[in-house]
């Protein structure tokens, strides 16, 4: 099976702060992504990546950057924590393009609260 | 623009039949996902739909009308453990993104 690990399940970080979520996933998937997931706004797209060194802004990329060195790990940067940016983090990899039919495969989320 | 709709809560009995629709608009279409999720857990895939029609796999269903851009989640014999968001998520054309709904609440009671 696939496995996508990210690395906290919980953080607590104070305004300002830059803050680093990571994310593994050990099955040489070409896709990763990251989203948030906040009560009625469902999941939105924060930034993606198709390969190494690439990146592409999702929707609501603002406050974010985001790392991809190695095929198989993918960080999200919050460069200055701010209260807003409390939330669920989900990141997620996929096969490439063609094999898609399966969707993504979701680490167990980081429960990120920004005081 | 791009939107899926899909009810924010439901409700059901053990044993019954529950139907999520979700409805969307989006400029492209690759395919429609269901995922499961459980309360502070991850989305799981449950199933996947690209042309119209219905594809059953155990107590799981679902269905798709691309020209009325629909889908359904049919569950049958519902159990406790079906308590879960279902997330219905469309793949745009031209790269893998998938846009999400906002979940559909499931609770089941005995």
């Known amino acids: 099976d696939v496995k996508v690990t990210q690395s906290s399940r919980y953080l607590v970080k104070r305004t300002g702060e830059k803050v680093f979520l990571e994310c593994v996933q050990d099955m040489d998937h070409e896709n990763m992504f990251w989203y948030r997931q906040d009560p009625g706004l469902g999941l939105r797209l924060i930034y993606f990546s198709y390969d190494v060194k690439m990146k592409e802004k999702g929707d609501i990329p603002e406050g974010y950057s985001v790392s991809r060195e190695k095929k198989e790990r993918f960080s999200l940067i919050l460069e200055s924590a701010s209260t807003n940016q409390t939330s669920m983090y989900l990141c997620?990899?996929?096969?490439?393009?063609?094999?898609?039919?399966?969707?993504?495969?979701f680490g167990s989320g980081t429960r990120l609260t920004v005081v | 623009g791009q939107n899926i709709d899909q009810p924010t809560e439901m409700t059901a009995t053990e044993g019954a039949i529950v139907q999520i629709n979700c409805t969307y608009q989006?400029?492209?279409?690759?395919?429609l996902f269901w995922y499961q999720q459980h309360a502070g857990e991850a989305p799981t895939f449950l199933s996947y739909?690209?042309?119209?029609g219905l594809e059953e796999k155990g107590r799981f269903s679902s269905f798709l009308s691309r020209s009325k851009g629909y889908s359904y989640l049919l569950l049958k014999e519902l159990q406790m453990k079906d308590s879960a968001s279902y997330l219905c998520a469309v793949r745009d054309t031209g790269d893998d993104k998938l846009i999400f709904g906002t979940g559909t609440r499931l609770q089941v009671f005995p």
């Open positions: 989006t400029s492209g279409f690759n395919g």
């Open positions: 997620a990899s996929s096969l490439s393009r063609e094999q898609g039919t399966y969707g993504y495969t």
């Open positions: 739909n690209v042309l119209d």
